[in-house]
Every structure is written in C-alpha cells, then in structure tokens.
C-alpha cells in the first residue's frame, strides 16, 4: 500500500533547487525544526499556523516570514510547500498550492531533500525509533563529529529536535512508516528497532507491516547497512529478505532470537541505570570479532539496552566511528522529551513521564518502571490513544499494565478518531482485562482527564514511583500532581 497523497518512491529534488519555501502548520514541534534546517541554508521561508505562537516568534527572529491563520495570500513568493500527513487536502494554503501547479511536499520530502552528498542514517520501527535517533546523535557528538538530525522528540541536551549540522557531516533521521514516508530517505544506514503489527488502518493487518519494512530495506543506498534486531521475530524474518536481496545485514540481541552479530549479555537495571556487556561475534566496521566491551546508560530497561546498541553500531559499523567515544557518549545520554523523562519529585514520590502509546511500548516502560522502583511501589497513570487501537491491541496493552501495582486509566484520546465511530471501546475495556489478570493491580477508572492529577494524588503515598503514560495531553498531569504534593508538603 502506498500514500494516496503523495509518492514516496520518487525522486525529490535538491533542497537548493526548491525556491523559496512554505511551511504548514510550521509551528508545529516537527515542522519547526525542518524550517528551521532551510533557514540555516539560507533558503527562503515563510510558514503559518493556526495559532500564534513562541515557535512561531522565534523562527520570524531567525528569518522566516510567518502568518497566523490558513490563507492562500501567504503563499505569495512561494515556490515550494511543505506539509504533514495531517494536513487536509482542502486547507486553503494546500489547495491553493495545488490549484496554482507549485511544488508540494510531504514534510519527510522536505527533509529528504536536504540529504544529497551526506550519509543519512534513517531509524524506523515500531518502537524506540525517537530514542534510537536521539542515541545515534548523542553518540556521534561524542565522536568528535557535528551531525544534522531531524527526530521525534527534542533532545534533553539542546532543547531542539533538528538542527542542521556541518556541512557534508553525517545525518540523522527518525523515519516514521505510519503513512509510507519512511520510503523517501534513501539512507547509507537504516536501522529497524523491530517490526511489530501498529498503524493497521493504514497498513490493514500484519503482513501489510512486514511488506513495508521489506520496502524500506530496499531504499538503502548502494553498499548501505540494514542493522536491526535478531530478537524481534518481524525483525529477523527482515532481515533474512534483506541478506537474500543482497543487502548487507548486521544484527543484535540477547540470544532470545537468532544468533545476533553483537550480543548484549547481562544486562541490568540498578535504579535509572542500565548496563550490559557486548560481545562481537565477527568483525564490524572498526570492530574486531571477539571485542567485549561494556555498555552503560544513565537511563533504565532492557529497551534502552536495545536501542542504545542500535545506535552503537549504526555509528560504529554503518559510519565506521571507533568504538570508545561512542561508548563514552551513550554512558552520558541525556535523554529525549517525554522518554522516561524525570518531570520531579516532591513528598517523597518521583514522577516520570512518557510518551508509550503502543502495547509493546507500554509493556516496555512498565517494566523498565519496575526495575528502576528497586522496590518501591509504582503507579501508571495511562491515557489510550485511539479508540481503534485501544480495540486492536487490548489484550496487549493489559498483559504490559497488570504488571503495575496502581494502575488510572484516563478515557481514550481519540485524536483524529471520534467516540461515535467506537461505541463500545472505551478504558473500561483495559480495566476488565487488567482485573481477570489476576495480578493484583490496584484498578482506577476516570471519566475525565482534567482530574487525573487530583486522583492521582489521593492514591499515591511517599516513596512511589508513578509514571504517567500516553501520546496525548497526559504530559500535562504530572507537573500538576507535583504541584498538588508540593502544596500539600508546604
């Protein structure tokens, strides 16, 4: 299946070949910072939003031209424009543009474009994609280089998710497959976290998943490197395609799946740490075969593992950067927005948030929740996200949070979806499997997320650990709970 909107397969032209550019919705957290790449190559920019905003002032300070409001008069001058996926076709702007014959491109085009004559490495997957990417930055800063990066969340460290690098220095980008664009990159290293069933109303079942990753694998540039996960069953079968199909494959992994080339070998948890040991089985890049080498992380899981050796060989083995610098980068990651992100403490309960959506997400931070309580109780405050994928994945999604010993579900963030197309899902769905489970797991349900802190707060007693957990405005909770503690401390 392929994007009725835009063609993700075709060529796309120099970024210095665009003209002046317009951005919709630039204001966005994502759109920003690929406006902001062409403003630091002193291209032409112009973009507007629905609201004014702070992103909006900063980047008129920088040199964009920017409106507040859709309108096709703020076009003018434009030969290029730039939108997402969730940009209807009829937004004055984007209809105008098309009805005018100007350039349009996705926001994965607009990125893309900024790729030729420097190695792009694209990390893709259903999860740990914006940690992965955000890894892969860290540790190439650490070896001495300036890279370009366009990702998920902002890194801890900058505050930004993009910026523009040194010239002809490597780049890296998060590629999303909810709607194909992963497809444009043509990157010298693709790294895939693992292939697992999510997006279904785009892709339609599994296998649609699968051929697409299959697809993805393809992009890569002659001589390139697929790196990915020989634990994640989806992963693996990649891979196996990809080695057919000639591509060159390294993986990793614990020894749970297929022989990995890098095996990660005790791995643990002390706290908000993680460590484990690396092995090589076969020489990779400037790493010889039989290297052991010690991997530690100043954040906690079994997932962080994962996706900080991703990011270890994409560096390493794909870009061919010694070992040592990457090593001391990764020991000193300082974390990307909403990812187990420490938001505080106060009365004697840390808070944490992220941004886990997906049932192996969800199960993932859960645990990683666990191990960093070292004891201590741990409460998940839950908002779904889309009814269809509340309905899909239930089952999943309970088996991850029965492992909670206080567990609020918030009503379903329907995003683009609406209640009426799903009557009958609702959190309550959640409730009642986490309560067969037959866990333990302390059950709440809310009717509203505007009193997830004040219920929150009656539940929680010094020295929890909660973790509020979801895509949609539940980021918000936890600074409000803090507050409510703080208050109550005072």
């Known amino acids: 299946m392929s994007s009725p909107r835009f063609d993700f397969t075709a060529a796309v032209p120099a970024a210095d070949e665009l003209g002046a550019v317009h951005f919709v919705?630039?204001?966005?957290?994502g759109m920003s910072g690929v406006a902001r790449m062409?403003?630091?190559r002193g291209i032409p920019v112009s973009g507007s939003d629905r609201a004014d905003s702070a992103t909006l002032r900063a980047l008129e300070a920088e040199g964009a031209r920017v409106f507040v409001g859709h309108d096709p008069a703020h076009l003018e001058g434009a030969s290029t424009v730039v939108v997402s996926s969730a940009i209807p076709e009829d937004n004055p702007e984007l209809a105008a543009a098309r009805a005018a014959g100007l350039r349009v491109l996705h926001r994965s085009q607009g990125i893309a474009a900024l790729l030729p004559g420097r190695d792009a490495v694209a990390v893709a997957g259903a999860n740990g994609k914006t940690t992965t990417s955000a890894m892969t930055t860290v540790a190439l800063q650490a070896a001495g280089a300036d890279p370009a990066y366009v990702i998920g969340a902002p890194l801890a460290g900058s505050g930004t998710n993009a910026a523009p690098g040194g010239e002809g220095s490597p780049v890296v980008v998060e590629a999303d497959e909810s709607d194909g664009s992963f497809l444009v990159y043509r990157p010298r290293v693709a790294v895939v976290t693992n292939v697992q069933p999510d997006h279904l109303d785009f892709w339609g079942d599994e296998a649609g998943v699968e051929r697409a990753y299959a697809d993805f694998a393809r992009t890569i540039a002659p001589g390139g490197l697929l790196v990915t996960n020989a634990d994640d069953p989806g992963a693996a079968r990649l891979a196996a395609r990809a080695r057919d199909e000639g591509t060159r494959v390294v993986t990793w992994?614990?020894?749970a799946g297929e022989a990995p080339d890098v095996l990660v070998r005790d791995a643990r948890?002390?706290?908000m740490t993680s460590s484990a040991t690396l092995v090589w089985s076969r020489t990779l890049g400037p790493v010889t075969e039989g290297t052991t080498a010690q991997l530690r992380l100043p954040v906690p899981g079994l997932h962080?593992?994962?996706?900080?050796?991703?990011a270890l060989l994409a560096a390493t083995a794909g870009l061919g950067v010694p070992l040592e610098p990457v090593l001391a980068g990764l020991a000193a990651f300082p974390g990307a927005h909403r990812r187990f992100e420490h938001v505080g403490t106060a009365g004697g309960v840390e808070v944490v948030d992220d941004y886990a959506h997906n049932a192996p997400?969800?199960?993932?931070?859960?645990?990683?929740a666990r191990s960093a309580a070292a004891g201590r109780r741990v409460v998940i405050a839950f908002q779904p996200h889309l009814f269809s994928r509340t309905r899909d994945f239930a089952e999943g999604f309970a088996a991850g949070l029965a492992a909670a010993d206080v567990l609020l579900l918030l009503p379903v963030y329907g995003a683009r979806e609406a209640q009426e197309q799903f009557p009958d899902v609702t959190s309550g769905l959640l409730a009642d499997l986490v309560?067969?489970?037959?866990?333990g797991t302390e059950v709440h349900l809310l009717d509203e997320r505007g009193r997830a802190a004040e219920m929150l707060h009656t539940l929680v007693r010094p020295g929890d650990l909660v973790v509020t957990v979801g895509a949609g405005d539940i980021t918000a909770v936890g600074p409000q709970l803090l507050e409510l503690l703080g208050e109550e401390a005072s």
Do not use: D, M, P
């Not at 919705?25 to 957290?29: D, F």
């Open 25 to 29: 919705a630039i204001g966005g957290s």
């Open 38 to 40: 062409y403003l630091a």
């Open 253 to 255: 992994g614990t020894g």
């Open 269 to 271: 948890t002390e706290g």
């Open 304 to 310: 962080s593992l994962h996706n900080a050796t991703a």
């Open 361 to 368: 997400k969800v199960t993932a931070v859960v645990q990683a």
């Open 435 to 439: 309560r067969e489970a037959g866990t």
